[in-house]
């Protein structure tokens, strides 16, 4: 059964304390890895797509890595600004349309 | 601004009433898709229209109806709503290339 685990479930850092998100997962064969940002009262919004073991994608304080169980998202010198629930999703490579769901990760970052 | 438009964003109902949670959205996708939310769980398929004309079941159908009226528009229905369907739910259309989801901004639904 197809499956995403995301840890810790929520995380509290100091301004500028690096760290990182884990997101593992089960399937029988990835068609790709997505990373979403939640704000609270607002829907996910998209930060990355990852598609093979190896790949890595950049996007200001945030780099997402992947092997073959699992993705890390790495926060770099966060800012209060990037306090929210970061989603992690899988879609197997036999579906063309669903998307399994981890329940999130709520960052918290303190000034 | 392109996006997608659901409405209502907030309403409570009571056990066995029924009501129709819209969804429009302005990218010119053709998939749209109906996922609820809870707390402590990720993100659940209800239905899901690959295309004007067509929908399908997700993880979570029992207790919903959907109508894609257009390619704009895609309507999620509770006719007998219950304490159990209290959630948030989110329309969603995915880009032209396959991958990445745009969300609404969702409805927070509780049934007493």
């Known amino acids: 059964e197809d499956q995403v685990t995301q840890s810790p479930e929520a995380l509290r850092l100091q301004e500028g304390e690096s760290s990182s998100l884990n997101c593992s997962y089960t399937?029988?064969?990835?068609?790709?890895l997505f990373w979403y940002r939640q704000d609270p009262g607002k829907g996910p919004e998209f930060l990355f797509t990852?598609?093979?073991?190896?790949e890595e994608k950049e996007k200001e304080r945030l780099k997402a890595t992947l092997t073959k169980k699992e993705s890390f998202l790495h926060i770099t010198a966060p800012k209060p600004e990037d306090s929210a629930t970061y989603l992690c999703a899988v879609q197997d490579q036999d579906s063309n349309y669903q998307l399994i769901w981890g329940a999130g990760t709520k960052l918290i970052i303190k000034p | 601004n392109a996006g997608v438009t659901q409405t209502p964003k907030f309403q409570v109902l009571k056990t066995g009433q029924s009501m129709t949670l819209q969804c429009a959205q302005d990218?010119?996708?053709?998939?749209m898709y109906w996922y609820r939310q809870d707390p402590g769980m990720g993100l659940r398929l209800i239905y899901y229209?690959?295309?004007?004309?067509?929908?399908d079941k997700g993880e979570v159908p029992n207790g919903y109806n959907v109508s894609r009226l257009n390619k704009r528009e895609f309507s999620l229905r509770l006719e007998s709503a219950a304490p159990s369907q209290t959630s948030v739910y989110f329309c969603a259309t995915i880009w032209a290339g396959g991958y990445g989801y745009t969300f609404g901004s969702g409805t927070r639904l509780t049934v007493v």
């Open positions: 229209s690959a295309s004007e004309g067509t929908t």
């Open positions: 399937v029988s064969g990835l068609r790709g």
């Open positions: 990852l598609y093979s073991a190896g």
């Open positions: 990218m010119n996708h053709n998939s």
